[in-house]
C-alpha cells in the first residue's frame, strides 16, 4: 500500500486542526476535496481515522497512530527533498581531491579552509598521488580534482595551469656551497644526484635533466623517488643534491640549503578535471579554485587544454 504525502499532509491538518473547515484553510483547499481525500485514505487504509462529529473531529486510536507516524514520514520525505536538492546544487557530497606534495607549498592548504567554509556540508577525500596516477585516476573517473605538476593529459581529461615559478638548488646544509646566495649549476657537475622520479612525472625529469645539460654535464643520479618532500628529505641525509621548485625553500626542512642559480624554465603546477559530464558540486569546487588562484576573467598561462 502506497501512501501519498499528499493525502498525509491533508491527515495531519485535519488531524490538528480537528476542523475540516480550518483545515481547509490552512491548506489553501476548499472543503470538498479535503473530505473526499480523508476518505481515499481511510479506504487505501481499510481502517476509519477519524471521527466527525457536527462540530468538531476526533482522531481514532488507529488515527492517533498514523497521525504520528504521518509526522515521521513526512519529516523524512522533507530531508530527503533538501538532501537531493543540496547534492543537485553542489552543496553536498563527496569531493576526491588528489595533489602532489609541493602543492603544500603553493596555496593548497588555503584552498581546502576555503572550500570547507563555502562548502561545509561536503567530504574532502584528499590522496597524495603522483602526477602520472591522478592523471589515471581523473580519466578513469576515481578522482574528482587534481593538483599535479604539468604534465600532457590524455583525451577526457582537462587541465589548467594555476602557477609557475622557477626551480632552485637543493643542497645539504653541511654542503661547502650551502652558504652561497647564487651559484653556477656546472658547479654541481661532479655531485651525485638525486631526481623526482621520470616514470612519476616525465615532463619533470626531462625538464631537470635538460638544466642540467644546458649547464655542460650530465648529471649522476643516483636516486629516484616519487615525492618531492622525500627528494629534500635525501639531500638533508647528505645522499646528494637536487633541483626542486621553489616552493620546496618554504618547506622548513632542516638539513637543507635552496639557492638560485640561473635559468629559464619554470616549475608549473596544474589543476586537472574530468572533461566531460562534470557534477554541480566538481563544477563548484573549479569555480573556488579559479577564484582562489584567480584566474577568473580568461585562461591563465597555458590556458585549458585536454
Same mark, same amino acid.
Not at 93 to 106: D, E, N, P
Not at 192 to 216: K, N, Q, W
Not at 217 to 241: C, D, I, K, N, Y
Given at each position: 500500500?502506497?501512501?501519498d504525502?499528499?493525502?498525509?499532509?491533508?491527515?495531519?491538518?485535519? &488531524?490538528?486542526?480537528?476542523?475540516?473547515?480550518?483545515? &481547509?484553510?490552512?491548506?489553501?483547499?476548499?472543503?470538498?476535496?479535503?473530505?473526499?481525500?480523508?476518505?481515499?485514505?481511510?479506504?487505501?487504509?481499510?481502517?476509519?481515522?477519524?471521527?466527525r462529529?457536527?462540530? $468538531?473531529?476526533?482522531?481514532?486510536?488507529?488515527?492517533?497512530?498514523?497521525y504520528?507516524?504521518a509526522?515521521?514520514?513526512?519529516?523524512?520525505a522533507?530531508?530527503?527533498?533538501?538532501?537531493?536538492? *543540496?547534492?543537485?546544487a553542489?552543496?553536498?557530497?563527496?569531493?576526491?581531491?588528489?595533489?602532489?606534495g609541493?602543492m603544500l607549498?603553493?596555496?593548497?592548504p588555503?584552498?581546502?579552509?576555503?572550500?570547507r567554509?563555502?562548502?561545509?556540508?561536503?567530504?574532502?577525500?584528499?590522496a597524495?598521488?603522483?602526477?602520472?596516477?591522478?592523471?589515471q585516476?581523473?580519466?578513469?573517473?576515481?578522482?574528482?580534482?587534481?593538483?599535479?605538476?604539468?604534465n600532457p593529459?590524455p583525451?577526457?581529461?582537462?587541465?589548467?595551469?594555476?602557477?609557475?615559478? =622557477?626551480f632552485?638548488v637543493?643542497? =645539504?646544509?653541511? $654542503? =661547502?656551497?650551502?652558504?652561497?646566495?647564487?651559484?653556477?649549476?656546472?658547479e654541481?657537475?661532479?655531485?651525485? #644526484?638525486?631526481?623526482?622520479?621520470r616514470? &612519476?612525472?616525465?615532463?619533470?625529469?626531462?625538464?631537470?635533466?635538460?638544466?642540467?645539460?644546458?649547464?655542460?654535464?650530465?648529471?649522476e643520479?643516483?636516486h629516484e623517488?616519487?615525492h618531492?618532500?622525500?627528494?629534500?628529505?635525501?639531500?638533508?641525509?647528505?645522499?646528494g643534491v637536487?633541483?626542486?621548485p621553489?616552493?620546496?625553500s618554504?618547506?622548513?626542512?632542516?638539513?637543507t640549503s635552496?639557492?638560485? #642559480?640561473?635559468h629559464t624554465? *619554470?616549475?608549473?603546477?596544474?589543476?586537472?578535471?574530468p572533461?566531460?559530464?562534470?557534477?554541480p558540486?566538481?563544477?563548484? &569546487?573549479?569555480?573556488?579554485?579559479a577564484?582562489?588562484?584567480?584566474?577568473?576573467g580568461?585562461?591563465? =598561462?597555458?590556458?585549458d587544454?585536454?
Amino acid at each position: 500500500m502506497d501512501l501519498d504525502p499528499r493525502l498525509l499532509r491533508y491527515f495531519v491538518a485535519v &488531524a490538528e486542526e480537528r476542523h475540516f473547515s480550518r483545515a &481547509a484553510e490552512r491548506l489553501h483547499i476548499s472543503q470538498p476535496p479535503l473530505s473526499y481525500a480523508i476518505r481515499q485514505l481511510e479506504e487505501n487504509m481499510g481502517v476509519r481515522l477519524l471521527a466527525r462529529t457536527s462540530r $468538531h473531529v476526533e482522531l481514532t486510536d488507529a488515527g492517533q497512530v498514523l497521525y504520528r507516524e504521518a509526522l515521521t514520514l513526512l519529516r523524512q520525505a522533507d530531508e530527503v527533498r533538501t538532501l537531493v536538492q *543540496r547534492v543537485d546544487a553542489g552543496l553536498r557530497g563527496r569531493l576526491r581531491i588528489g595533489f602532489v606534495g609541493s602543492m603544500l607549498y603553493r596555496g593548497l592548504p588555503a584552498l581546502l579552509a576555503d572550500m570547507r567554509a563555502e562548502l561545509p556540508d561536503v567530504e574532502h577525500v584528499l590522496a597524495e598521488l603522483n602526477s602520472h596516477d591522478q592523471i589515471q585516476a581523473v580519466r578513469r573517473g576515481e578522482q574528482d580534482l587534481g593538483f599535479i605538476h604539468a604534465n600532457p593529459v590524455p583525451e577526457g581529461v582537462m587541465a589548467r595551469d594555476l602557477i609557475a615559478e =622557477p626551480f632552485k638548488v637543493c643542497l =645539504p646544509a653541511s $654542503h =661547502p656551497l650551502a652558504g652561497r646566495r647564487r651559484l653556477r649549476l656546472a658547479e654541481l657537475a661532479h655531485e651525485d #644526484f638525486i631526481f623526482f622520479a621520470r616514470a &612519476a612525472s616525465p615532463s619533470y625529469y626531462e625538464t631537470v635533466l635538460s638544466l642540467c645539460v644546458g649547464a655542460g654535464f650530465m648529471p649522476e643520479v643516483r636516486h629516484e623517488v616519487r615525492h618531492w618532500l622525500s627528494v629534500a628529505s635525501l639531500v638533508s641525509q647528505g645522499l646528494g643534491v637536487s633541483i626542486v621548485p621553489a616552493c620546496l625553500s618554504r618547506s622548513g626542512l632542516a638539513g637543507t640549503s635552496f639557492i638560485d #642559480f640561473e635559468h629559464t624554465a *619554470r616549475s608549473v603546477s596544474q589543476v586537472i578535471w574530468p572533461g566531460a559530464g562534470a557534477s554541480p558540486l566538481q563544477e563548484k &569546487a573549479m569555480a573556488l579554485v579559479a577564484r582562489h588562484f584567480g584566474l577568473e576573467g580568461g585562461a591563465p =598561462p597555458g590556458g585549458d587544454r585536454a
